[in-house]
């Protein structure tokens, strides 16, 4: 059974740090590039960072350059994400995926964690 287990998430104040981690199972999770996701209320889920299956590339939304950092850890399972100088636009769920497209396609979900950033 595949699992994708998203934790982390909570209230944090603007100008602070959050780390996410997401806990796969049920597949080979070498073999997949892994992303953060996110959904505020009203909008469409964007895509937040991407990293390759061996680490060896990652890719980042404009608005968090600089601010976040993903990062992987193949012999655990599990993919972080690394939130600072956390601003309120960051409000969202975070979700993790799991893609791979050969030999077959598969895309993986996890349920998400809600991250807000208030004072």
């Known amino acids: 059974q595949v699992q994708l287990v998203e934790s982390g998430g909570g209230l944090v104040q603007p100008g602070g740090s959050l780390r996410l981690s997401c806990a796969a199972s049920?597949?080979?999770?070498?073999?997949?590039?892994m992303s953060w996701y996110r959904q505020a209320p009203g909008k469409e889920r964007e895509l937040v960072a991407r990293?390759?299956?061996?680490?060896?590339?990652?890719n980042y939304a404009d608005s968090v350059k600089g601010r976040f950092t993903i990062s992987r850890d193949n012999a655990k399972n599990t993919v972080y994400l690394q939130m600072n100088s956390l601003k309120p636009e960051d409000t969202a769920v975070y979700y993790c995926?799991?893609?791979?497209?050969?030999?077959?396609?598969?895309?993986?979900w996890g349920r998400g964690t809600q991250v807000t950033v208030s004072s």
């Open positions: 995926n799991a893609k791979r497209v050969v030999p077959t396609m598969r895309n993986y």
């Open positions: 990293i390759t299956s061996v680490g060896d590339n990652t």
């Open positions: 049920g597949f080979t999770f070498s073999s997949y590039a």
